[in-house]
């Protein structure tokens, strides 16, 4: 096979969560415990961060990674889902695992590992830890795909736990309120790691707490006592002021990426106490702590990869799209668009049928022109749906049956001082970039 041939048996020959929904999803380790048995433990070979929660783990993970690069480390990440490749998932120094190592580990390993029939994920996370451990990375930023309890990435033993926040999302797997859901995520919480709690709600916090007590685990709530004290936006991104008098800029301008920097650097603070980062971090030396601060957190696209938070991929017209997928996450996005100044916003927008559509609905601005769509997965609601239920909330538009088409259409309607935002899904974004190759 090659290496679109070895994707496409990795994408349709495995349960697959990210096109099946819960059909796809498998519950416990046993699986994850036999492959990482049969490839000699690879997570115990190199330090680990492993980071939860319900919005913005992934740009923590790749805030996170980011620095530590810019202090020398070799870095593994693993993070999901991806936008247009696979190997975007698996990265050493922000370079992707290469198209040869992923068709020669299928071809090798699949006479041993399709007997146990593993989840999409759980193979991905095996081919993760075995590469990082072939690639001697010194640490890995690893990403919890769903929940956290079971989540197959959860054999690790990191020096730093990270659950960003919790809100309402994969309810039909997690459970049906937030403390529930907090049970699953407070799951990486291991016995005497330390855990940070990026934002706690009062039906939340008492769940890490009793879980941290348990497992004789350290907890901190950063936003008990911020290092952020100001975020202030500008045309390159946001300008940072923090507690310890540094000021920086983060090329990462959504609304929500002020909670999810307060995280990062709370972590430093931990990280910096046990030993690791540069030696300047958090320290006296503010000229260099400012300048590794702007190193990390202005070209944490280029260092890492990441793509999809609130970004521009074009001007006249303005064109900006990001992940966010969930009520959670659309609170922030939505107090991002009234912030935008244009004169006619356009939405393409498509959801997945198992997400809250219509708390998530209820938070789009009713000025816009719709393009209602859905994107290229069976999870996906039909864009005719979608048009139904976007006219019983004053939301007006027109149906689109890809995503390109829609994004066709919005750009075809716009004039230069139009805004376009693409989103709803992660889904619909990947579609999106697929456009733009």
């Not at 911020?226 to 000021?247: D, N, Q, R, V």
């Not at 609601?381 to 007006?396: R, Y």
Request: hydrophobic residues 35%; aromatic residues 10%.
């Amino acid at each position: 096979m090659n290496y679109q041939e070895t994707c496409e048996y990795l994408f349709s020959q495995t349960p697959n969560y990210e096109k099946q929904g819960a059909s796809g999803y498998k519950e416990g380790l046993e699986n994850t415990m036999a492959l990482d048995e049969h490839f000699g433990h690879p997570h115990e070979h190199f330090r680990s961060i492993h980071i939860g929660g319900t919005n913005g783990k992934g740009s923590v993970a790749h805030l996170i990674a980011a620095h530590l690069q810019v202090c020398g480390y070799r870095v593994g990440l693993y993070t999901s889902p991806h936008l247009v490749d696979f190997r975007e998932r698996i990265r050493v120094n922000g370079s992707p695992i290469s198209e040869s190592y992923v068709v020669k580990f299928v071809e090798t390993e699949k006479d041993f590992f399709e007997p146990l029939n593993p989840s999409f994920f759980e193979l991905a996370t095996a081919m993760a830890f075995k590469y990082f451990k072939e690639m001697d990375v010194d640490i890995a930023v690893v990403e919890v795909g769903l929940g956290g309890r079971l989540d197959c990435t959860n054999i690790i033993t990191p020096i730093l736990s990270i659950i960003t926040n919790v809100s309402l999302d994969h309810t039909q797997l997690l459970g049906n309120s937030a403390a529930q859901i907090a049970m699953e995520k407070a799951g990486i919480i291991k016995r005497g790691v330390p855990v940070i709690i990026g934002k706690a709600t009062p039906e939340t916090r008492p769940v890490f707490e009793a879980k941290a007590q348990e497992s004789d685990a350290p907890i901190v709530f950063a936003e008990d006592e911020p290092e952020i004290i100001s975020s202030t936006p500008t045309a390159k991104g946001i300008h940072y002021k923090t507690k310890h008098h540094l000021e920086f800029d983060c090329e990462l301008a959504g609304e929500y990426q002020p909670q999810n920097v307060n995280t990062v650097l709370t972590s430093f603070v931990l990280l910096k106490e046990r030993g690791y980062l540069c030696d300047s971090t958090m320290a006296e030396d503010y000229a260099a702590v400012i300048n590794e601060l702007n190193n990390t957190f202005m070209n944490v696209t280029k260092i890492t990869g990441l793509k999809g938070r609130w970004q521009t991929v074009q001007t006249n017209p303005t064109v900006v799209c990001d992940t966010g997928h969930n009520q959670g996450a659309w609170q922030h996005i939505s107090l991002q668009l009234g912030q935008v100044n244009c004169r006619q916003m356009r939405i393409v927008f498509g959801m997945m049928k198992d997400k809250d559509i219509y708390s998530v609905m209820e938070l789009l601005p009713k000025q816009a022109v719709y393009y209602f769509t859905k994107a290229s997965t069976n999870r996906a609601l039909p864009e005719t749906s979608l048009k139904i239920f976007g006219e019983q909330m004053g939301l007006q538009g027109n149906s689109y049956p890809t995503v390109e088409k829609a994004f066709k259409a919005a750009l075809e309607e716009s004039h230069p001082d139009d805004f376009i935002f693409v989103g709803g899904s992660t889904y619909v974004v990947a579609d999106f970039m697929k456009t733009r190759i």
